[in-house]
């Protein structure tokens, strides 16, 4: 039973995460109908502006707890300073994304823009490889890493408590700028209708880049989340996150923002659940990476319109 | 002469040409004079490549139906026949070599093989094109995607075919050949390119081609005219897959080793790079985009600087043109082949300028060496560019839907009064004039 919980805890904490880049996919697709297939390597991008922060603020070691006694300042103005700063970093990309690839080719068909993303994708991934080789750099530890002790044998380090309270914090954010805010209330508008939301006097090209900009931010924190709790990070490490959390949005409805979460949650736990346990049934751990793919496939087949998701007829 | 004589005499040409390629394929070959294993090496490549860009072109250029599984099923296609040549063939094909000769017998094996690829490609097809392809655009990518990833994973899983250390010859308590043998030469990977491409054309010319294209146009409208587009897309999708394993077979059988790391979907997006340049929803378009890319490698370590500026100028030299609009140019060079070498020579031009600026003023070149970049780790990076370059400019790809042929020769013939013009845009026949929209992939969307 302990093991479970534990399991369960661990399968969250990742599922946050996925959650956190879901967010932007399905934001994206709410407004514009896209895939962005680039979203998961600003989430990339957001770790490696991370760690540029963090050399910069003079953490240099990935062993947990050791940085606090190198680095004069408080830890928790560090972890707030490399998140807050990778955020604003990869928003500016996901705008300029949005500018310079996917707004030129708007007007053309699903298939010219879906093949734009996947360019964009690969050349933020390989110009990344290019850079700094497709080695694994570790990430410096931002927080001590101290376990606290549940109940049992379950415990809870101190990067998934962070975890957990950091994505709560930027989704109640999220609800609040989405629900409460003018800009919000355009973006609704938006992802009803764009025309109708143009003629109201919405300027829809901002509200796009608006989206852009949150959608990046989220994943960049994802990002810099992520690598407390995994420390090392590569260029290609956004392709296969990038795809569950794509998975996710799906699976939790593709344009409903909680139902992105609730499917990030779904796979994360799936996912640990199946290296937990899968030893036990034969499966080999091996097997993680197939079973987002396969919820993915269920899901298309069994309910497309996803866990939340409302069916839309298709017009003619 | 009679049709069927007529592509007798045509098939027997074509192998007799393989057969002289072929043979000129070697150093020692051709008298000495043959092609350096470098090359030859290259062309090999290219024509695996081909086939896996002309049987793509099939469901997404034609079908319209956008898959990212290509390497899941040449993944299929390469282990299950690698799987049966190192573990079961063996005391066959000393039979049929005491029978026949070496030759022959190993070509029975090795057709016997290839077509058990296919067979298991194509049932992996089915398998994976029933449920997914009742899906459309962009989901159907992500599941094609999905599935080719799953196929992988399992394939690292199986402990027969060597799981994650690769696959070479019998893996240790099973019996079998030491090494996969390398039946695959240039013959072999010519004669399926050929074949590829004869069985997608007539398919594309086809009844089944007209409906497979119909269902790209308009699937609404397509359902509409009856067409039962869920069947007649899982047909094309089936046709692709195998295809996909016969170069999975012969890739198996030239490069006498397996990793599932070259069935990553990266490979995939290669052969979508491919038909995306040359022109979704053409044949030669997919041969030349195959070609480009497997070259592009190669060209980038031997001459670089200005191979990456010619391509770099592509994009450009289209935004030019289109800057400067054909109705402003003179009347001489407005259309046909007169605008065709204007085009060139306007590149040519704008390369000869930019190089000597770039390269002579400012020596880029010493200056890129100085820093030692080295090119060719930009080989991605300047296929993604490309990539989004030619959707921003070009979206149907260099060729569109045209088809490089000899028709142009025919023209005359055709049309007993020339090229003069036919209500309106001048010497364009208006069957081949572009439809009025600038995409043909473009979506009336209602919203």
Known sequence: MDYFVQQLING??????????????????GILRLINFAHGDVYMVGAFV?????????YTTSIPGYNADTVGHSLWGGLVLVLVGSMIGAAIIGMAIERFAYRPVRKYSRMTTLITAIGVSLLIEY???????????????????????????????????????????LMILLQWIIYKTKIGTAMRAVSFNLNSAKLMGINTDVVISFTFALGSAMAAAGGVLTAQYNPSIDPLMGIITGLKAFVAAVLGGIGNIPGAVLGGLVIGVAETMVVAYGSDIGLASSYRDAVAFTILILVLLLRPSGLLGSTVQEKV | MPPFIKRLVGALVIVLVLVALNAAMSNEGF??????????????LAGINVILAVSLNLITGFTGQFSIGHAGFMAVGAYASAFLT???????????????????????????????????????????????LRLRGDYLAIVTLGFAEIIRILLVNVQRVGGPT??????????????????????????????TIVVVYNIVRSDTGRALISIREDELAAQAMGINTTRYKVVAFVISSAFAGVAGGLWAHYNAFLSTQDFQFIRSFEVIIMIVLGGMGSITGSILGAVVITALPELLRTYPYEIVLALALIPLAALLLRLIRRERLPEVIRSGWP?????????????TISRFILINTLDLDLRLRAANVKIEEYRLVIYAALLIAMMLTRPQGLLG?????????????????????????????????DAPTADPYKETENR
Do not use: C
């Not at chain 2, 008298?31 to 090999?44: A, Q, V």
């Open chain 2, 166 to 195: 690769g696959f070479s010859g019998a893996i240790a308590p099973w019996e079998g050949r030491a090494t996969i043998p390398q039946y695959a030469n240039f013959f072999w990977i010519g004669l399926f390119a050929v074949i």
């Open chain 1, 50 to 58: 991370g760690l540029g922060l963090a050399k910069l603020l003079g």
């Open chain 2, 401 to 433: 839907q045209r088809e490089i042929g000899f028709s142009w020769l025919k023209r005359a013939q055709r049309r007993p009064e020339g090229d003069a013009a036919v209500g309106g845009a001048g010497g364009v026949p208006i069957a081949e004039r």
């Open chain 2, 339 to 351: 605008h065709a070498i204007f085009v060139l020579a306007f590149y040519v031009v704008l390369f």
């Open chain 2, 86 to 132: 190192v573990y079961y063939t063996q005391g066959l094909e000393q039979k049929l070599t005491a029978m026949l000769g070496a030759t022959a017998g190993q070509a029975v094996i090795f057709i016997i093989v290839l077509l058990a690829a296919a067979a298991a490609a194509a049932l992996a097809g089915l398998v994976v094109g029933i449920p997914s």
């Open chain 1, 127 to 169: 110009l990344f490889v290019a850079w700094y080789g497709s080695a694994q750099r570790s990430f410096p530890a931002l927080v001590k890493n101290d376990a606290i002790h549940l109940f049992g044998d379950v415990r809870i380090s101190m990067p998934q408590l962070i975890i957990f309270g950091i994505s709560i914090l």
């Open chain 2, 31 to 44: 008298y000495g004079m043959g092609l350096p294993y470098y090359y030859s090496h290259l062309l090999r």
């Open chain 1, 12 to 29: 969250l904490n990742i599922g946050a995460i996925y959650a956190l880049i879901a967010l932007g996919y399905t934001m994206v697709y």
